[in-house]
């Protein structure tokens, strides 16, 4: 993971100091299950977005969660959290 390059693009789209360490340790933490650079290269982050992904009908019915970093609390807001924050890092990646 590029990180220092990645605060830096981050900062430049205008996010918020707060946000900027947010969206760096959201990835950290997918970073320990999955390479984002190898998911990248693999389909630019797509087969892992697709992985976290839960949606209210996963939530209605209690579905297993399809990645596997641990979520605590909220499994569905929790995926949209690690993916908001892998699909910043996939579009940043498409820029360098």
């Known amino acids: 993971m590029l990180i220092v390059k990645f605060r830096t693009w981050l900062e430049n789209q205008k996010y918020d100091e707060d946000t900027v360490d947010s969206r760096i340790s959201n990835c950290k933490n997918v970073e320990k299950y999955y390479s984002l650079e190898k998911?990248?290269?693999?389909?630019?982050?797509?087969s892992l977005m697709e992985k976290l992904?839960?949606?209210t009908d996963d939530e209605r019915?209690?579905?297993l969660q399809k990645h596997k970093v641990p979520i605590d609390g909220n499994i569905r807001e929790g995926s949209?959290?690690?993916?908001?924050?892998?699909?910043?890092?996939?579009?940043?990646?498409?820029?360098?």
């Open 39 to 46: 998911q990248f290269s693999k389909d630019e982050g797509f």
């Open 53 to 55: 992904t839960y949606s």
């Open 61 to 63: 019915v209690k579905a």
């Open 80 to 96: 949209a959290t690690l993916k908001s924050a892998v699909k910043l890092y996939m579009e940043f990646r498409k820029e360098v």
